[in-house]
């Protein structure tokens, strides 16, 4: 029987393979799927500190700051101090606005994979995702577990 944690990693792992394969097919094998939000929030949005970006896009300031740093090293984002030494401001490079038509277009095709999966489904992914969020924030998992004694 395959663990819950097995098989979320296991689907996780074949949509965004799938996404990251079209980047390398596309000449780009450096860009991760997990750029995207980081990107189109800051061609929304503009410049911001990593805080921002973080509460832009719903994931902790940690998670936040390591894409940040890989997507530095890949040459996609800057980092330019804020008003203040503690804050970094984060820009994009050109090389990621050069990217953009590819972005968008890998963006608007995962989009359309999405809704013909959910199609398939009994109810569609991110909706049952949002809800278990939304369940797990309520009551958090540590709280369902309860006491594990032997």
Known sequence: MIG??????????????AIADVYVRHGLPEYRPR?????????ADGPMSIR?????IGVTHSA??????????SGFVSLEPGADARHRIVHLTDKARAALPL???EW???????????????????????????????????????????
């Open 4 to 17: 819950l944690g097995t098989l979320m990693r296991h689907v996780h792992e074949l949509m965004d393979d």
């Open 35 to 43: 750029f995207s939000p980081v990107v189109r929030t800051l061609v």
């Open 52 to 56: 921002d970006l973080a509460r832009a």
């Open 64 to 73: 936040a700051s390591q894409t940040v740093v890989q997507m530095r090293r």
């Open 103 to 105: 972005i968008e277009a």
């Open 108 to 150: 608007e095709a995962t989009r359309r994979a999405m809704n013909e999966l959910d199609d398939e489904l009994p109810v569609p992914l991110q909706q049952m995702l949002e809800r278990t969020l939304e369940a797990l924030e309520r009551r958090p998992f540590h709280e369902r577990l309860g006491d594990v004694t032997f």
